[in-house]
């Protein structure tokens, strides 16, 4: 071990641990036995269940949630897959605000008082803490995240200068959690709202230096479902664990839509 791990290891567990507890929505998709949930539930319903779990001082939501699941009740859903704000897959409602499990540290949360874990709102609840993501990849797909080029490709890289890279940096950075989509009182109005996400990744093209598809995306953006409907409220800034501008990334599309500078 490295002078540098020691010494993180020995903070870590200097950290006192603490008992919290969870109220976690749970909802049982119709076609589960009712049986494979403990006490007996109608199916097709949504209840809460409360926890209690002891926790370090520096565990997560998601180490929180592993450890119901791994010791109390292995029925409990959710997703996640890289535990480090990487792969964006575990977005949840925790204290009615959209975060990461796996950036959000327990003692940030107020743990004297029941911390609330529901799914994001405006998609399908599959079950438990997993939403279908399908309408949300469906609206990403339609904004054509690629890069759209004519001519005859190049031999060698397509040049581009730091203060073109510069222009759309801050929406590569997306990583397709959902949170801010579904923080959107539009979008859970009108489940057919492209919503911010698609909008962050319209803009990570349209303003490349190197693509020629910019026009496209602005056309199907200019739809009764696209950018218009944006009441420029900042749920989706706020939410992004990314910190990404997505309210300005969606007033910098409505601009080229109407100036066509790009
Ligand atoms: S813009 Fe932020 S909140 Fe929205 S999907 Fe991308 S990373 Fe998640
Ligand atoms: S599990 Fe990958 S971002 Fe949280």
Same mark, same amino acid.
């Given at each position: 071990m490295t002078a540098t791990t020691e010494t993180t290891a020995t903070k870590a567990t200097q950290v006192p641990s603490f008992t919290v507890t969870l109220k976690i929505m749970r909802h049982i998709p119709s076609d589960v036995a009712p049986a494979g949930y403990g006490e007996p539930a109608p199916a097709g319903t949504t209840r809460w269940d409360t926890f209690t779990v002891q926790v370090h001082g520096t565990d997560r939501v998601l180490d929180a949630l592993h450890k119901i699941k791994w010791e109390q009740d292995g029925t409990l859903t959710f997703r996640r897959s890289?535990?480090?704000? #990487?792969?964006?897959? &575990?977005a949840l409602r925790i204290n009615g605000r959209n975060r990461l499990a796996c950036k =959000?540290?327990?003692? &940030?949360?107020?743990?004297?008082k029941p911390i609330t874990i529901e799914p994001i709102k405006g998609l399908p609840v *599959?079950? &438990?803490? #997993? #939403? &279908?993501?399908e309408p949300f990849f469906a609206s990403y797909r339609e904004i054509m995240p690629f890069l759209i080029t004519s001519g005859v490709e190049p031999t060698k890289e397509r040049l581009q200068s730091a203060a073109e890279r510069e222009r759309f940096d801050d929406t590569t950075?997306? *990583?397709?959690?959902a949170a801010c989509t579904t923080s959107c009182p539009v979008f859970w109005t009108d489940g057919q709202y492209f919503g911010p996400a698609a909008i962050v990744n319209a803009h990570r093209w349209i303003f490349d230096s190197r693509d020629e598809g910019a026009a496209q995306r602005i056309e199907i953006l200019n739809?009764?479902?696209? #950018?218009?409907?944006?009441? =420029? =409220?900042?749920n989706c800034t706020e939410a992004c664990p990314r910190g990404i501008e997505v309210t300005k990334a969606i007033q910098e599309v409505k601009r080229a839509m109407l100036t066509r500078t790009h």
């Open positions: 890289c535990a480090h704000g #990487v792969c964006g897959s &575990d =959000t540290l327990l003692k &940030d949360l107020n743990p004297s *599959i079950k &438990d803490l #997993v #939403v &279908d993501m950075k997306c *990583i397709l959690c739809d009764r479902e696209g #950018v218009w409907r944006c009441r =420029t =409220t900042f």
